[in-house]
């Protein structure tokens, strides 16, 4: 279905395709999919309603088709986390609502990588270079 919609979007409008596409493919799709009930309710609904924009944050300056070596941490602090790292080429990344960061859990390191979904938040940044700081 993207490759359809990519092919009648044409050259003129490719930067319009890749925003719908990491927003739907990158963002909408892993949530519906490996998200509970609850999570499919809070966060793809308003997503997939157009409300809200989505994002997915993989990639580091040190980490790109490696995701193995991302740097992004989460630590366990009482019932959240907090997630401490830099984010590179996040499409969507300065203007995004919901997006799902990629971060190492050093306690089950080398096999705690986690998607987590983060909400746009004060301390989220994400600047017109599509950086993504999370402090
Ligand atoms: C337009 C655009 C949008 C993007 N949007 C996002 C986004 O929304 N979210 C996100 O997280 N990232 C995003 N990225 C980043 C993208 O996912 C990374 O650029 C990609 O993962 C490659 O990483 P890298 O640039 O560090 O290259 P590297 O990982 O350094 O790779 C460089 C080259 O080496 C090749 N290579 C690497 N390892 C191997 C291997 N083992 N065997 C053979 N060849 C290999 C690669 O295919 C590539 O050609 C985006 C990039 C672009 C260009």
Do not use: W
Not at 18 to 25: Q, S, T
Not at 31 to 51: C, H, S, W
Not at 95 to 117: E, H, N, Q, Y
């Amino acid at each position: 279905m993207l490759s359809y919609r990519r092919h009648r979007a044409g050259q003129g409008l490719r930067s319009t395709a890749d925003i719908f596409d990491a927003h739907l493919g990158l963002c909408v799709s892993p949530l519906y999919i490996n998200g509970n009930e609850e999570q499919r309710k809070k966060f793809v609904t308003p997503l997939a309603q157009g409300k809200k924009i989505g994002a997915m944050a993989v990639t580091e300056s040190d980490a790109g088709s490696d995701v193995s070596s991302v740097k992004t941490t989460a630590v366990r602090d009482g019932d959240h986390y907090i997630l401490n790292g830099s984010k590179i080429f996040i499409t969507n990344g300065d203007v995004c609502d919901t997006v799902l960061v990629f971060a190492s859990i050093p306690k089950l390191a080398p096999r705690g990588m986690t998607a987590f979904i983060v909400e746009k938040a004060p301390r989220l940044h994400g600047r017109k270079e599509v950086t993504i700081r999370l402090e």
